[in-house]
């Protein structure tokens, strides 16, 4: 039976942990509201990208840009880039992540295929570089100051490989906002573009428009774009999930600590009481003896 004064101590260590779960819960939650805000701003943009495009794809020969090119069998390797945080105590916002992206990778492998991976976040690279896999892209401490030239830099990166033909394909994996107690791990090809996901882009196909300058030079231009924002997108729905998962963890744990406490009390009470039932006992005894 463990002693009042460790049970003391164990008491005021789950305090203290307590304390700190509770202020990581309140920050997670300030920044979670701004993170939100930006990721609502962001879907009507890209939603409105992929809609224009919709209306340039029937008016160009997209088998001409490469950004839309099939690659040919066995020509260069699937790039993977797996979005995960820097940091953690955010449940299994990363393991899910991770896993989704090693079940990809074995599925390509499965094929013949080898895999080079762009990782962005900590975790996602101390994870997978200690496995020894390639990587071309790594990417850490960027949701500090998450900005759009990040998502540029990415995706520059991105379509650099693809276009000189050592990447087959670019898919990117990560976690999508979807409320407060939800994310959804979520697996999206970002190139080669597929015109017949553009195509399915709805309320563009019945509006008309007028371009200048011609429809082939802005999509030569916009598809590059279009590449970026669907990053950033993505780095913004990473954010968010990570900012309500880490709010979510810490306060379970908070809870978990509340009722640590409680138990921990009382068995201290029980303990305490115990040892006042044993010196009454003595007490008395040695009183009769006499």
């Not at 999509?219 to 990473?238: G, N």
């Amino acid at each position: 039976m463990p002693s009042l004064i460790d049970l003391r101590r164990r008491i005021r260590a789950v305090k203290s942990t307590q304390q700190i779960t509770k202020a990581m819960k309140m920050i997670a939650a300030s920044r979670l509201r701004r993170a939100q805000e930006r990721v609502v701003g962001a879907r009507p943009f890209a939603q409105r990208m992929r809609q224009v495009l919709n209306g340039l794809v029937t008016r160009v020969d997209s088998s001409t840009h490469p950004l839309l090119r099939i690659p040919a069998e066995g020509e260069g390797r699937p790039l993977v880039i797996v979005v995960t945080s820097d940091r953690g105590l955010c449940g299994s916002f990363n393991s899910n992540v991770i896993k989704t992206a090693a079940q990809l990778i074995q599925s390509e492998s499965g094929q013949g295929r080898k895999v080079v991976l762009g990782l962005i976040g900590r975790k996602g690279r101390d994870f997978f570089k200690r496995r020894g896999f390639d990587v071309v892209l790594e990417e850490v401490n960027i949701f500090q100051r998450l900005s759009f030239p990040n998502a540029v830099a990415i995706a520059d990166i991105a379509i650099e490989e693809f276009t000189s033909g050592r990447a087959s394909s670019v898919s990117i994996v990560y976690n999508e906002f979807k409320s407060v107690i939800a994310q959804r791990v979520v697996v999206e090809q970002l190139l080669p573009i597929q015109a017949g996901e553009l195509e399915g882009a709805a309320g563009a196909a019945d509006t008309d428009y007028l371009y200048e300058p011609t429809p082939a030079e802005i999509f030569r231009d916009l598809l590059p774009r279009y590449v970026q924002v669907q990053v950033y997108r993505s780095l913004l729905e990473s954010n968010a999930a990570f900012f309500a998962a880490q709010m979510t963890a810490m306060d379970a744990a908070t809870r978990n600590s509340a009722e640590m406490l409680d138990g921990l009390t009382l068995y201290m009470n029980k303990v305490r009481q115990a040892a006042i039932t044993r010196e009454i006992i003595e007490v008395v005894s040695g009183a009769s003896a006499t």
